[in-house]
């Protein structure tokens, strides 16, 4: 059972083109996670929300956590190149934090 | 550097050969976890450890063994694989296992086929 839902799966976009990417679920997290992967290494982590609502942004990124908690967008101002890799969603619960679930990613490629 | 290291990189076995993975995290972290990574399917847990001497079940543990026994090694054992455990494995490790928004810091990953 995917618990995480991220759509688009794939996205190819030009340069200075703006984009959503969005991660769903039908249960509540305690705390949502933003990672970007590049070929031949493991994610990295962009960013943690914790609170419905709640807005944070990262230079030309976006994130923003759903009022109930359930689902999660990030959005990119003027993508540049650089913003290519596979974007995951993960998300955490506090009645079982060691168990983490991830979405099954955003390939993002963004032409010159 | 604050790492997580996992080796070996790549790995190329045959049916039934037991093998293990390290990883080794230097942060002194409390938490570890293992995660597969097949096409469409993204990351799945298959073990973590919320701290020494203490691991439990991911999504996907059948097949694999795992063990604590010091905070920075949390290896993962193959004791017979099998063609469909071929995939991109991942070590991560967080600061702390019980904060559910504690940052998961991931190694560089072992591609591993077994045919």
């Known amino acids: 059972t995917q618990l995480l839902e991220q759509s688009p799966q794939f996205l190819s976009i030009q340069e200075g083109e703006n984009l959503t990417v969005y991660c769903n679920s039908s249960?509540?997290?305690?705390?949502l996670q933003w990672y970007r992967q590049e070929p031949g290494e493991g994610p990295v982590l962009l960013v943690t929300v914790v609170t419905g609502g709640e807005v944070k942004k990262l230079k030309r990124l976006t994130f923003q956590f759903g009022d109930a908690r359930k689902d999660s967008s990030l959005h990119i101002t003027a993508a540049q190149p650089g913003d290519t890799g596979l974007y995951l969603c993960?998300?955490?619960?506090?009645?079982?934090?060691?168990?983490?679930?991830f979405g099954d990613g955003t390939t993002l490629t963004v032409k010159p | 550097e604050a790492q997580v290291t996992q080796n070996p990189r790549y790995l190329i076995t045959v049916t039934g050969k037991k093998l293990t993975v390290t990883c080794s995290q230097n942060?002194?972290?409390?938490?570890m976890s293992w995660y597969r990574q097949d096409p469409g399917l993204g990351l799945r847990q298959i073990y973590y450890?919320?701290?020494?001497?203490?691991?439990d079940k991911g999504d996907v543990p059948e097949g694999y063994k795992v063990s604590r026994k010091e905070k920075r090694n949390f290896p993962l054992i193959l004791e017979s694989p099998s063609p469909n455990q071929t995939s991109l494995y991942f070590c991560a490790s967080s600061f702390r296992g019980r904060v559910e928004n504690s940052p998961l810091h991931f190694g560089n990953g072992t591609r591993l086929t077994v045919t």
């Open positions: 249960s509540v997290f305690s705390s």
């Open positions: 993960a998300g955490r619960r506090n009645t079982n934090a060691g168990k983490s679930t």
């Open positions: 942060m002194n972290h409390e938490y």
């Open positions: 450890s919320m701290n020494v001497e203490v691991t």
